[in-house]
């Protein structure tokens, strides 16, 4: 028998036999293993962030709080993950990062070549762990575009021909869909949808415990016949953001990427965290909006010819710009724009000197694209016939030359600030003991 020592944490129904029979072997030391019983997923959570080092966790599938984020939250303890399971939960654990899945008729030297494979033993000889490899990037992956600005300022309508217009091009194959990702989403309401599922909380909860493919994706979506794109449909009510998981959200959106050639993603212009405000509930329902800002290609800042609405799209580009959304990849618009070129040359000085005066300097913003006003464009929104070219051609033209322009954002490329990361101290960094208290 190996000598190494292993620390596990489990987590499981309290009467399952495995999870008795576990503590038994650990208690009787007929297994090398120092084992931690939690009966609630919170619990585990805690155990693994309390700062104590576990070589594996092991979780019963039958659980209903074993999804995603739990899996994640063990791989970055560095722990391996240990799925048992009857056979009667069919979920693509590989997919979820589950390094090893066991039945729950276990037996002792199978739970040890298991642990010997795949954990790290907290004694011996250096040991390398390897975690499941994640989704190959090296797949289709699409082009996300996000759209923002100020409510009332036209950004939903601007999503809407920008996926009208991306949609026609050859390039495209009409595999475009318009993700609304706003909190307050009208979307559904523009489209005049009339269902309200499934939309954005059935996404992200079939991304929780496992890994649709593409076409279970495609299906949650509804086709816009007159306009050629489709359409996901937004949060129900503002509050059901509390429903949507972190890396769930994550997964969701390279899901989206994958299964459609250009993703339009109408967001809110609230991209605050907890590193801004010390709140974690904050970030959590800004996740839409930052997650799909930190992954954009493009975004697109969208406000009226106002002073407040030329104020906020500033403030909206100056919050894009501390999240991390480099300068090259904002695209401002003005819409409901004056037709005077004199009028428009002040617009676009007055949004330079705003930037300047911004505090983050924003003093490299491309010069805006303006849209002219268009009379009767809900009424045609709400029919969902097409938008009318004078509409779709011009954000098409910018978005597609953006595109061009700019290199794809890949996954491994961006990530959400967090500031409990873990920071590297160094020796010698912290100082050291005098004479006197080493000695005493």
Avoid at 136 to 152: D, F, I, M, Y
Avoid at 242 to 254: C, E, I
Avoid at 288 to 306: H, I, K
Wanted: with cysteine; net charge negative.
């Amino acid at each position: 028998m190996t000598t190494e020592h292993y620390r596990v944490v489990g987590l499981a129904r309290p009467r399952a036999r495995w999870f008795r029979d576990l503590s038994r072997w650990s208690t009787s030391a007929a297994l090398p293993i120092d084992f931690v019983k939690c009966v609630a997923p919170e619990e585990l959570t805690a155990r693994l962030r309390s700062g104590r080092v576990f070589s594996a966790v092991i979780l019963d599938a039958a659980l209903p709080g074993i999804d995603r984020d739990l899996i994640d939250a063990a791989r970055e303890a560095g722990a391996a993950v240990i799925i048992v399971s009857d056979g009667h939960t069919r979920r693509n654990w590989a997919s979820l990062g589950v390094n090893a899945v066991l039945p729950d008729t276990i037996d002792r030297s199978l739970l040890l070549a298991t642990l010997v494979d795949c954990a790290h033993p907290l004694a011996g000889p250096e040991f390398t762990f390897d975690p499941s490899p994640e989704p190959s990037e090296a797949a289709h992956r699409g082009r996300l575009v996000v759209v923002t600005g100020p409510s009332g300022g036209g950004a939903s309508t601007l999503a809407i021909a920008a996926a009208q217009g991306l949609t026609i091009t050859d390039s495209n194959g009409g595999q475009v869909v318009l993700a609304d990702f706003a909190l307050h989403a009208d979307q559904a309401l523009l489209h005049d949808a009339g269902d309200v599922i499934p939309g954005v909380q059935e996404l992200v909860d079939a991304h929780r415990s496992g890994m649709p493919t593409s076409d279970d994706i495609r299906s949650l979506t509804f086709a816009v016949e007159g306009r050629g794109y489709n359409l996901l449909l937004g949060l129900r009510r503002h509050r059901d953001w509390t429903v949507l998981r972190p890396r769930a959200v994550h997964a969701s959106l390279d899901g989206l990427l994958h299964a459609f050639r250009i993703v339009i993603a109408d967001i809110e212009p609230d991209f605050e965290g907890d590193s801004e405000v010390g709140s974690t509930d904050v970030e959590d329902r800004n996740m839409l909006a930052r997650s799909a800002a930190l992954r954009a290609d493009v975004a697109v800042v969208v406000g009226p010819p106002t002073i407040v609405g030329l104020r906020r799209m500033i403030m909206t580009i100056d919050e894009l710009h501390r999240l991390g959304v480099e300068s090259q990849r904002v695209l401002p618009v003005v819409t409901r724009a004056p037709r005077r070129g004199r009028v428009r040359a002040e617009i676009a000085s007055a949004i330079t000197e705003l930037g300047r005066r911004s505090t983050t300097d924003l003093a490299v913003l491309p010069a805006p694209l303006f849209i002219a006003d268009r009379r009767g464009i809900d009424d045609v929104a709400y029919a969902a016939g097409p938008l009318p070219r004078a509409l779709t051609h011009p954000i098409t033209d910018a978005i597609s030359a953006w595109l061009d322009r700019v290199a794809p954002r890949m996954a491994d490329s961006v990530s959400d600030p967090n500031p409990f990361d873990g920071v590297e101290v160094k020796p010698g960094t912290l100082g050291s003991w005098s004479a006197h208290e080493a000695n005493g």
